[in-house]
Structures are given as C-alpha cells and as structure tokens.
C-alpha cells in the first residue's frame, strides 16, 4: 500500500531554514515524480514545487525559486524539500504528493501524504 509520512514542519522566524521529509513506501521512490504543495488557511492548495524523473526534471514555484530545494534520496526511499530564507507568507500545511503516471513527470493524478505544519513568525 502506497503511503506518503512528511515531517520536518515547525515554527521558525523569518529568514530562517526547515528541511522537510517525505518518506515513502509501498513504491519506488526512483519512479515516480514526488511533488510539493502547501495550503494556507482561507486559501486553495498550490504547487510548491516537485522533482520528476529522473531527478534533472525540476519545477518550482515563482514564489519559491531561488529559496527552495528537491532532493531524492532512493535508499532512504525519501524526498526532501530545503526551504530557505521564509517569510511569513510561506506559512501554510505542506504536503508530499506521488504523481500516479508512469511517465515520471510532475503531471496528473496524485496520492498524497497527511501535511506537516509549516509556521514563519518572529
């Protein structure tokens, strides 16, 4: 059974730094485009970013390019998101998603995690 654990959330001032997780199981990790979304309260779920296959096939939010990072780490069967330089706006419940086509890109259906809480205030 596929299943999607992030963690890594918490509070943190502006300007700082949060990596998060997204461990996967019941799927390679290698496989599948893994992507980044997060919702703030009051607000639709958007797309942070996401890592497609192979790991060269990167796409990134305007809000975000520049500050945020994909990794993969296939024997961890992990996904990692380094958020750099937050403000306040990037505060919202983050969410690893597994794209369900077999094509590798970040496009389509997905299977998501259960979020982890993201928090910027001073």
């Known amino acids: 059974q596929l299943q999607l654990v992030e963690s890594g959330g918490g509070l943190v001032q502006p300007g700082g730094s949060l990596r998060l997780s997204c461990a996967a199981s019941?799927?390679?990790?290698?496989?599948?485009?893994i992507g980044w979304f997060r919702q703030a309260p009051g607000q639709e779920r958007e797309g942070v970013s996401c890592?497609?296959?192979?790991?060269?096939?990167?796409w990134y939010a305007d809000s975000v390019k520049g500050r945020f990072t994909n990794s993969r780490d296939n024997a961890q069967k992990s996904v990692y998101l380094q958020m750099n330089s937050l403000q306040p706006e990037d505060t919202a419940v983050y969410y690893c998603?597994?794209?369900?086509?077999?094509?590798?890109?970040?496009?389509?259906?997905?299977?998501w995690g259960q979020g982890t809480q993201v928090t910027v205030s001073s």
């Open positions: 998603a597994a794209y369900r086509s077999a094509s590798g890109y970040c496009d389509g259906p997905v299977d």
């Open positions: 019941g799927f390679a990790v290698d496989k599948k485009a």
């Open positions: 890592v497609g296959v192979p790991d060269v096939h990167q």
